[in-house]
């Protein structure tokens, strides 16, 4: 009885100490009135006063002190067993100083609190232990009724985290809620039980518990759910599993979660959509499939009209990782640039948002390659052109990706990029970041685009030599330098060619001297294989482009007289003549183009026609390519004005039968040519008699100044692909 009767005042004590609080003022010596801070404002139901008394006896007062030290100690650490109404003596002289009892008040409580905290914890985890196998019945009996009742019981036990510790210790218990959400049609007890899942899924022991009881096929039912509470706790649930469960992923998969996933992007709930995207993301990083399944339940689209109506920044970098996770995607990249994905990226590329403006950056950079006839892009090309100012390498890799492939046989965005000052923005970024090869490569490429085949093209080769980068431009034709900017560089150099007013320019920088060894370098690598079915690669680069190239930038600035002269001087002669006999129609077109050019000077024709080259020229008239056949005979007319009556008729008649056979009066016009300034027509691209058709890849056409690379299907722009 005594001992009950102990018991029962001991309960009386807990439950009093959970009910007091205690601020950092004792108020044991100070006299501050001790008040809670709950929400119901009340006061503690003991109260005592402290005095200090004054008298002028000292050994009075130590007596006095000494007879009340145990009730000040007590006041201070046990304040609830003081006698309401009972005057405490201070000790404390000067209140800017703590007593002893008072610095010890604060630390005391704290302790007493944490042994009432363990004393609960405890509880609750033996209450919880000892109606487990009880309710594991209650959840697996027929009436769903009593399955309710039970689900309310558990579900308030998984709040405590002592009682949900205990529960998910339990295989049993867990398979028995799962079962219970499977098979209720109550919404009350499916509420219950995904509540119950929810909260085991802050644990590690409850995820893994969850995924042993097969709970993941049942989430993904609820995903289904008409009940708002019910969607939230199985999506948040799932977003738990698929973070920090092993496997997790591909239940979900096998389980059809993202069938069920996708589309939920069409509820309006901000954060649920947040969650519904990260878990999108989850399940398609590095899962070519998972993105298939996205694409095939209109995911893009539902994606973009997050990105285009949302304000919420959490929900709109959720959204943007999924889109650049998918942008990868040979099959996703088309239908989220027809969704109008490129327009809805563009308009948080000025946000105060540097994650979203990142993930936004790099989604439409591996975009931008299927969008180069994508309309109403004025305002993203001008916001691309400001980024370009910005000292972020990440910022300008992307920025100047996006304009080169933008820019790419799409005359409208060359000229909008043109008289938006682009030209001096890209040289300046190439300046700034001459030694990141991802950022220069992109910039040189967008310079070569704006340089030719649109209205603003001459624009654009002036104001390339106005803002001093020329020397810029011609350091780059030469190694260290990657294969892939040497390419550009080269064709970017006989885009600015072709203004007279650069020829001077390029010739002072030393253009010539570096295109000439760069020819010869290319040449001998390519001559190494020693067939024609083998090709030279460095860095992703045919030597054949090289070679190409080089010989195409020189015959364009061979039409300055002074520039030719160089050329000659270089000995470069019987290189363009042994050209003339490659397997690469192209090479032999550029190389008949630029001997053509280098004609028009006597003793230069002298040597062309001392190198042999009548005969390979000979053969080359009856080339099915137009271009090839018109600069071989403008060459062989050229050097054969010297030669002997009987020579010339010869050179005529096999032009006559052969080349002009079917069209007599063209002779006259060639001949007419070749007398008169020696310029043969400008191709519309720059390097082909006639032109080809856009979109034709590299290898079946010459080193384009304004065509992209081709690239292998799911390939990004430049040789850096994004990694997911």
């Not at 599993?241 to 589309?263: F, I, S, W, Y």
């Not at 050019?597 to 020229?617: C, F, H, N, T, V």
């Amino acid at each position: 009885m005594a001992m009950q009767m102990g018991d029962a005042e001991g309960m009386v004590k807990v439950a009093e100490w959970q009910q007091t609080y205690y601020s950092s003022d004792s108020g044991i010596q100070s006299g501050a009135t001790t008040v809670r801070t709950d929400d119901d404002g009340g006061q503690f139901g003991k109260q005592y006063t402290i005095t200090t008394t004054v008298t002028a006896d000292p050994t009075e007062l130590e007596s006095q002190y000494t007879m009340t030290r145990a009730q000040r100690v007590r006041a201070a650490m046990f304040p609830e067993t003081v006698a309401e109404g009972t005057a405490i003596l201070s000790t404390q002289t000067d209140p800017a100083h703590m007593t002893n009892v008072q610095k010890l008040a604060e630390p005391s409580q704290l302790l007493k609190a944490a042994i009432v905290h363990l004393i609960n914890y405890q509880d609750d985890a033996e209450l919880a232990t000892r109606a487990v196998p009880e309710l594991t019945k209650l959840l697996n009996d027929d009436d769903q009724m009593v399955v309710n009742k039970a689900a309310l019981i558990v579900n308030q036990l998984t709040r405590k985290e002592a009682s949900r510790r205990a529960l998910m210790q339990s295989p049993q218990m867990v398979a028995a809620v799962v079962r219970a959400m499977q098979n209720t049609s109550d919404m009350e007890t499916a509420r219950a039980t995904a509540s119950i899942l929810h909260n085991l899924s802050h644990q590690r022991e409850g995820l893994l518990a969850i995924f042993k009881s097969g709970g993941i096929p049942a989430l993904v039912r609820m995903l289904s759910s008409p009940m708002e509470s019910v969607l939230f706790y199985a999506i948040t649930t799932l977003h738990n599993l698929l973070l920090h469960q092993e496997g997790a992923k591909m239940a979900v998969r096998l389980a059809d979660g993202l069938q069920r996933m996708v589309p939920l992007l069409k509820k309006s709930n901000p954060k649920f959509l947040a969650i519904t995207t990260d878990c999108l993301q989850l399940l398609s990083y590095g899962n070519q499939e998972s993105k298939l399944i996205i694409l095939a339940n209109s995911g893009p689209e539902g994606l973009v009209h997050i990105m285009r109506n949302y304000t919420y920044e959490k929900l709109l970098w959720t959204t943007s990782r999924v889109l650049k996770v998918l942008s990868v995607c040979p099959s996703n990249k088309p239908a989220i640039v027809d969704a109008g994905g490129m327009q809805a990226l563009g308009k948080h590329l000025n946000g105060s948002s540097q994650r979203l403006m990142q993930n936004c950056l790099w989604t439409l950079r591996n975009l931008s390659d299927a969008a180069t006839k994508q309309e109403g892009l004025d305002s993203l090309l001008i916001d691309l052109v400001g980024l370009l100012s910005s000292d972020d390498m990440h910022m300008l890799t992307c920025a100047t990706g996006v304009l080169s492939n933008l820019t790419c046989n799409n005359a409208r965005n060359k000229s909008l990029v043109v008289q938006g000052n682009g030209v001096e923005a890209l040289i300046h970024a190439i300046l700034r970041a001459s030694e990141k090869e991802d950022v220069v490569e992109p910039a040189v490429c967008a310079l070569r685009h704006l340089t030719s085949r649109h209205p603003d093209a001459e624009l654009a080769q002036n104001a390339v030599r106005q803002h001093y980068g020329i020397p810029a431009i011609v350091k780059l034709l030469a190694q260290p330098y990657y294969w892939p900017i040497i390419k550009a560089a080269v064709g970017l150099v006989r885009n600015l060619a072709l203004c007279p007013a650069n020829q001077g320019p390029l010739r002072d920088a030393g253009a010539i001297q570096r295109l000439v060894n760069l020819l010869l370098k290319a040449h001998q690598d390519a001559q190494k294989h020693g067939s024609a079915t083998q090709q030279t690669y460095q860095d992703g680069v045919r030597m054949e482009e090289i070679v190409e190239g080089c010989t195409g930038a020189l015959h364009i600035l061979a039409r300055d007289p002074n520039n030719a002269a160089e050329i000659a001087s270089m000995e470069t002669i019987p290189l363009f003549v042994q050209l003339l006999y490659s397997p690469v129609d192209n090479v032999k077109r550029v190389a008949a183009g630029v001997l053509c050019e280098l004609a028009l000077d006597k003793r230069s024709a002298e040597q062309i026609d001392a190198e042999g080259a009548s005969a390979p020229l000979m053969e080359l008239l009856h080339s099915s390519n137009e271009g090839i056949a018109t600069y071989a005979a403008a060459v062989l007319f050229r050097i054969s004005e010297d030669k002997t009556a009987d020579y010339r008729k010869r050179v005529s008649v096999e032009l006559t039968h052969s080349l002009f056979k079917h069209d007599p009066a063209a002779w006259d016009m060639a001949h007419k040519t070749a007398q008169m300034s020696g310029y043969a027509a400008d191709e519309v691209d720059g390097y082909g008699y006639g032109g080809y058709p856009e979109g034709m890849p590299m290898n079946d056409m010459p080193m384009d100044g304004d065509m992209a690379d081709d690239y292998e299907p799911g390939m990004h722009p430049y040789p850096y692909p994004y990694q997911q």
